[in-house]
């Protein structure tokens, strides 16, 4: 059964900074690319960031390009996102999914989320 655990979220003020993790389970991690999505409140679904199986290739919405950064290690099933200068419409809750190829594309399973506020 694939289950994707996130983890990291929390209350941070304008400027800060978190680092999301997310674990993973019941698939070959290594072949698969990873993303992560958010959803405001009131709004959908937004991708925000995507890296590719080995990590070679990384991409970004233009809303996050320089402030965030995605990793993985495969060795720890894991993936991250480092987001700093956060905004406070970086306020979201934050999903990881797991990709159906090896590269950037669709996904298929999505963890619970973890809550991020941005606010002073």
């Known amino acids: 059964e694939v289950q994707l655990v996130e983890s990291g979220g929390g209350l941070v003020q304008p400027g800060g900074s978190l680092k999301l993790s997310c674990i993973a389970f019941?698939?070959?991690?290594?072949?698969?690319?990873m993303s992560w999505r958010r959803q405001a409140p009131g709004k959908g679904l937004e991708w925000v960031s995507t890296?590719?199986?080995?990590?070679?290739?990384?991409y970004y919405a233009e809303s996050v390009k320089g402030r965030f950064t995605i990793s993985r290690d495969n060795a720890k099933n894991t993936l991250y996102l480092q987001m700093n200068s956060l905004k406070s419409e970086d306020t979201a809750v934050y999903y990881c999914?797991?990709?159906?190829?090896?590269?950037?594309?669709?996904?298929?399973?999505w963890g619970q989320g973890t809550q991020v506020t941005v606010s002073s």
């Open positions: 019941g698939f070959t991690f290594d072949n698969a690319a």
């Open positions: 999914a797991k990709g159906t190829n090896r590269d950037f594309g669709t996904a298929d399973y």
């Open positions: 890296i590719n199986w080995n990590g070679g290739g990384t």
